[in-house]
């Protein structure tokens, strides 16, 4: 005869690991929503966010060859709310629908993508200056002549 703990241990096993379904939530696109939706929940235009978008695209890229994984548009769409609200990662992740883990990771890879951005963008902002740029004792920018 079987022990009825075990008989008893496999329907348990059998009930409670039923695969869930896959639930895919279709992708929105952000930039279809017009510039007053934009802005409030952005505090960027559509021109503006495509800007950023060129400028961070080299710098973020995706490891994963999986078809479901987060656009760029997506990320930095996050990124910016974040920046913009100034809240939790839990909100934030709660408005968009992503965990804390993933609007997190999300963040840390657009903060890291600007901070290799910044030289570059600091040296043309330089060389497009009419005047130059003086320090003056207190390390502070002087741009008088």
């Known amino acids: 005869m079987n ?6 241990a496999a329907l348990l ?3 409670l ?4 379904e896959i639930v895919i939530r279709p992708r929105i696109d952000v930039l279809a929503f017009p510039d007053s939706y934009l802005l409030e929940r952005y505090r960027f235009t559509s021109q503006s966010i495509t800007y950023i978008h060129n400028l961070l695209r080299p710098y973020i890229y995706n490891f994963t060859n999986r078809s ?4 760029f548009q997506q990320m930095l769409c996050v990124v910016l ?7 939790f990662l839990y909100n934030v992740g709660d408005a968009e629908h992503f965990s804390k883990a993933t609007v997190c990771r999300m963040v840390r890879k657009v903060c890291l993508a600007l901070k290799r951005l910044l030289p570059s ?5 330089d ?8 320090r003056s004792s207190t390390g502070l920018q002087d741009f008088s002549v």
């Open 127 to 134: 060389m497009n200056l009419s005047e130059p740029l003086r």
């Open 13 to 15: 096993h059998r009930e």
């Open 81 to 87: 709310r974040f920046f913009a609200n100034g809240s």
């Open 17 to 20: 690991n039923i695969r869930r």
């Open 68 to 71: 479901h994984a987060l656009t």
């Open 121 to 125: 963008l600091w040296f043309s902002l």
């Open 3 to 8: 022990n009825p703990v075990d008989e008893g």
